[in-house]
């Protein structure tokens, strides 16, 4: 099994779409996948058309009943509450504040190694609720695009506040960090077109750890709002966009090698 949080400094770089089409590929696949739906917004749970106030994740932090819901075939889905945005204070003075998740991922250890693959979102931020899932991880991938801000400045934050994270969470009696998730970049939106695409994948590619370079194409932003994967799509769609399923099929299979490299290592 595999815990992966994918997330960042910076929302709209299509983190949620990634994670409802690489889902949709493992389980057409044959693995067995659990989404945890880390994002107040509720996205992905809008994705599955379960969206609820009743059993979500944020049980898990009150000390309530989370339920983990059947989404589709192979694939299940612990929700998102509307009120996720609150968990940072409801927990602020609670001990092991960061580790509420791993602690309800233990109690329920043998329904949580069923699945070949957690995959998680979470909200653009790096506070409380984020660290919870980071601390489960046995991989955390942050997407990043052409950014005319720079997404190399973006890489940078997120790779100081993953080494201040490591740094805080040492335990005293080992010298060892409890973080130990290793972190990949995943290039996301690139055009074929555009010279801030170029720079960027020409930047990605002397980059280590990135785990897969994704083209831009209007059907993944498709996939989302109609709820229906790229990989699920009928011919008639995917032949408007010509070899671009192959391509994301190519990227994902590319970061599950990488994945379960990383496993065996």
Do not use: C
């Amino acid at each position: 099994m595999q815990i992966m949080t994918f997330t960042g400094s910076k929302g709209g770089v299509g983190k949620t779409t990634i994670i409802f089409n690489y889902a949709a590929w493992l389980a057409k696949s044959n693995y067995k996948v659990l989404l945890i739906d880390g994002d107040f917004q509720a996205n992905l749970s809008s994705s599955y058309n379960l969206i609820t106030n009743e059993h979500t994740l944020l049980d898990v932090f009150i000390d309530g009943d989370p339920e983990i819901r059947n989404a589709t075939k192979n694939i299940d889905l612990l929700p998102a509450s509307p009120n996720l945005d609150r968990v940072e204070g409801l927990i602020q003075t609670k001990m092991y504040r960061e580790y509420l998740l791993m602690q309800w991922m233990n109690a329920n250890a043998k329904k949580i190694q069923s699945y070949d693959f957690v995959l998680i979102d979470t909200h653009p931020e790096f506070g409380l609720l984020t660290k919870n899932m980071i601390a489960v991880s046995d991989i955390v991938i942050v997407p990043l695009e052409p950014s005319e801000y720079g997404f190399q400045q973006l890489k940078t934050q997120f790779d100081l506040r993953m080494a201040d994270y490591r740094k805080d969470s040492v335990d005293p009696r080992t010298g060892v960090s409890d973080i130990d998730a290793k972190v990949y970049f995943l290039g996301n939106k690139i055009q074929h077109n555009t010279t801030e695409s170029r720079e960027f994948r020409q930047a990605l590619d002397n980059m280590p750890d990135v785990i897969a370079q994704i083209n831009a194409r209007e059907i993944m932003r498709k996939s989302t709002a109609q709820k229906q994967a790229v990989v699920d799509m009928p011919d008639s769609e995917i032949k408007k966009y010509p070899g671009f399923k192959e391509h994301l099929i190519n990227q994902f299979t590319q970061m599950t090698q990488t994945i379960q490299n990383e496993s065996e290592a």
